[in-house]
Nanobody, 124 residues
Framework: QVQLVESGGGLVQAGGSLRLSCAAS????????MAWFRQGPGKERELVAA????????YYADSVKGRFTISRDNAKNMVYLQMNSLKPEDTAIYYC?????????????????WGQGTQVTVSS
């Protein structure tokens, strides 16, 4: 059974940091692009960051550029999202997703596997 399991969410004050982790099991995703999406209260799901299969190419939403860093460890089948200088508007459920190919896409319908999500709440 293929699973993506996120962890690392929680409650943090504005300006603080969190590191999200995504553990993949059931198959290797070393040949797949990976991404983090988020869905805030009353908002549509949006792409936050994405990374190509070997980690050489990354994408960030304008709202998180310079604050968030996506990375991966293919040997461990893990993907990470380091979030610094967090703002209340970053409050959302964060989802890990695996793309069907090696290079990322910005639309969520290109992602075949999804985790259950982890809640991130940033207080002001």
């Amino acid at each position: 059974q293929v699973q993506l399991v996120e962890s690392g969410g929680g409650l943090v004050q504005a300006g603080g940091s969190l590191r999200l982790s995504c553990a993949a099991s059931g198959r290797t995703f070393s040949n797949n692009a990976m991404a983090w999406f988020r869905q805030g209260p009353g908002k549509e799901r949006e792409l936050v960051a994405a990374i190509s299969w070997r980690g050489r190419n990354t994408y960030y939403a304008d709202s998180v550029k310079g604050r968030f860093t996506i990375s991966r460890d293919n040997a461990k089948n893990m993907v990470y999202l380091q979030m610094n200088s967090l703002k209340p508007e970053d409050t959302a459920i964060y989802y890990c997703a695996a793309n069907s190919g090696r290079y990322y896409h910005t639309k969520d319908d290109n992602y075949d596997y999804w985790g259950q999500g982890t809640q991130v709440t940033v207080s002001s």
